[in-house]
């Protein structure tokens, strides 16, 4: 939902040319009356499903017209006819004294049907109903396409005295399931990511007949946004170090917690105060969707400027989020955007096609290190992008903060549930490969190892998986969570493993492949499997590895991957082989 916690209203911000004041509206729910392919975008041609929000977001949070209709095709429900019974029920009620308050409340005639609401929507939440009791509102503090925001206090109970931010939500802008469905998600993962300190702190829920109220943390300091602009759209190195790791802090602990928030932006973060270094919190989960650790999301919603190309091609998961804070990073270091254009269709086109620049001011005066920074989290194919954890541990942040906290890395589990289900001849490959190691991956993953809490004979094993996973998972994702991780590691329940292993498991092929000593690396690589791990093997046998069976077309995609001199893998098939090249296509899971 578009809201926010204490957004101020952005109808008196100044045009800009980075922030234009009417920016183009977020890539959310294509609709049937948008059926037809996009010329420049054959693959954006939408889904029916997506027909179920009947909704659209700005990046401003203004009004933005509707697509949802099918020409021709409005369907009104009829007004139910009044009821008989009506002028017998007043002449009871004048007869008895009853007050105008008990007339509505006890009326029995159906509001009037929203048009184009669908039939039968149950919109009760369960949220407590003492709002107006409990809590004293005060002026709009900022609005949104769905409700709008205000200032409060609570009159009684624990929090009495609290200043607090509530955002308001209509529930006639509720005419879907989806968009009911919305609002209760919303405030579940609010619910389930409270505690992080650079998250806005979530304190009630309640609902009237007519709106849901969200009771959250006031945050007084205003937009990001707002301070890029006041800057001329530019920072210092060191003033955006600070502002991307709590960016990247909060980021990587909801992805730990299964949630990605598809609608990064400057926006959608908040000062707490006024103050030069005050507190950072990211604000409106409207968006946001719970993940689990092999699943993959398809729903295109985001905003336009940084949405990640994996989410236009409709396979996504946390890997997007980390493509938004890229595109932040850019623009607080150089002030303009990186991927821009004029119309929609436009920017799509930058987003998939044109890479970022870096040769026009202030990029040749900025560090190595900087741009290294920004290039690995704007990699188009994800599989090379870093994630938030891999980003806290970069060079340029490195060292910054010598008290910041390095979270868990769920990238790491999928590493090493893809390294469990390898072939022997997988493993062995993966093996020589970690022996290439660079410092700065070393140093990752030495952090990421010593959070699994190895034994004292320097093994992990699924117990102390278990243990770290409980020490780090928030009240009310320890049920659901844990048991997602421990799944993928079946393989560990007999076992440990010690950290050259872990190395091996853990080591992402396409992002070591990314950096500059790759060809050295893999040939290195190659000469020690030579060595250690290759032996004699033929296609049959290789394509049993693979888990393919040994049809024609498998003798021909493998007959170059194994060396003729000698029935030995080649560099080719090792190059292959690292990347878990299949000859069958792999099953995505999506929604």
């Known amino acids: 939902m578009g809201g926010c916690t204490s ?14 004041g009417n920016d183009y ?65 007043a002449a009871l009620r004048r007869r008895k004294g009853k007050k105008e308050a008990a007339l509505s409340a006890e009326a029995t005639e159906a509001p009037p049907q ?14 407590a109903k003492d709002f107006h009791s409990r ?15 205000c200032s409060a206090k609570f009159r009684k109970g624990e929090l009495k005295g609290q200043v607090v931010a509530v955002k308001i939500i209509p529930k006639s802008k509720m005419t879907s399931a989806i968009a009911i469905e919305d609002v209760r998600r919303e405030v579940k993962i609010l619910q389930a990511l409270s505690g992080h300190k650079n998250l806005v702190q979530f304190y009630d829920a309640f609902e009237d007949n007519a709106n849901v109220y969200i009771a959250m943390e006031l945050c007084e300091g205003g937009e990001l946004l707002d301070r890029i602009l006041a800057r001329g759209g530019k920072y210092s190195e060191d003033d955006a170090k600070p502002v991307i790791i709590q960016i990247l802090n909060v980021v990587a602990f909801c992805h730990l ?26 604000i409106d989960f409207g968006l946001s969707d719970f993940v689990k650790p092999d699943e993959r999301l398809n729903d295109i919603v985001g905003s ?42 436009g920017i799509f086109r930058a987003v998939l096609k044109a890479d970022p620049s870096f040769d026009e001011a202030p990029w040749p005066f900025l560090s190595s290190e900087a741009k290294d ?39 790491i589990f999928r590493q090493i549930k893809a390294y469990l289900r390898s072939s022997s001849l997988r493993k062995a490959a993966l093996r020589a490969l970690s022996k290439t190691l660079i410092t700065d991956e070393i140093i990752y993953l030495k952090t990421q190892f010593s959070f699994l809490s190895p034994n004292k004979d320097g093994f992990i094993t699924l117990g102390s998986i278990r243990s770290s996973l409980s020490s780090n998972a928030t009240d009310e994702m320890k049920e659901t969570r844990i048991p997602e991780f421990l799944a993928l590691l079946n393989g560990l329940q007999h076992r440990g493993m010690d950290f050259a292993e872990f190395c091996a498991a853990a080591i992402n092929v396409h992002q070591h492949e990314s950096l500059d000593c790759w060809e050295e690396s893999i040939r290195h690589a190659y000469e020690l499997f030579e060595r250690n791990g290759n032996r004699a093997i ?20 493998l007959h170059d991957w194994i060396r003729h001199t000698d029935g030995k893998l080649s560099f080719f098939g090792f190059a292959k082989l690292l990347h878990g090249v299949s000859v069958r296509p792999s099953v995505k899971t999506t929604r």
Request: with cysteine; hydrophobic share 35%.
């Open 7 to 20: 957004k101020p209203s952005t109808s008196g911000r100044p045009d800009n040319p980075f922030f234009p």
């Open 25 to 89: 509206p977020l890539i959310d729910n294509p609709t049937p009356s948008a059926s037809k392919a996009s010329p420049f975008f054959p693959f954006y041609t939408p889904s029916p499903a997506r027909h179920r929000r009947n909704k659209s977001r700005d990046v401003t949070g203004g009004e933005s017209k509707s697509v949802t209709s099918t020409p021709l095709r409005q369907l009104r429900r009829a007004f139910n006819p009044p009821s008989p019974a009506k002028h017998i029920r």
């Open 114 to 127: 929203e048009e184009g609401e669908e039939l039968g929507l149950d919109k009760r939440f369960g949220f």
């Open 135 to 149: 809590v004293e509102l005060g002026d709009e503090i900022g609005r949104g396409h769905f409700g709008y925001t």
């Open 257 to 282: 917690q299964g949630v990605v928030h598809r609608d990064l932006k400057p926006e959608n973060f908040l000062y707490t105060s006024k103050e030069e270094n005050s507190q950072l919190k990211a």
């Open 304 to 345: 336009a400027y940084y949405v990640a190309p994996e989410v236009l091609h409709r396979s996504y998961t946390t890997e997007a989020d980390v493509w938004s804070i890229g595109v932040i990073a850019y623009i607080l270091l150089c002030g303009s955007r990186p991927f821009w254009a004029r119309t929609e269709s």
């Open 373 to 411: 920074f920004v290039k690995r989290l704007l990699f188009k194919d994800p599989r090379r992008r870093m994630s938030a954890s891999q980003a806290l541990m970069h060079p340029w942040i490195r060292g910054y903060d010598r008290d910041m906290n390095i979270p868990f890395d769920i990238l």
């Open 538 to 557: 033929v296609i049959e046998e290789l394509a049993s590895e693979l888990g393919v069976g040994p049809a024609i077309t498998v003798h021909s995609v």
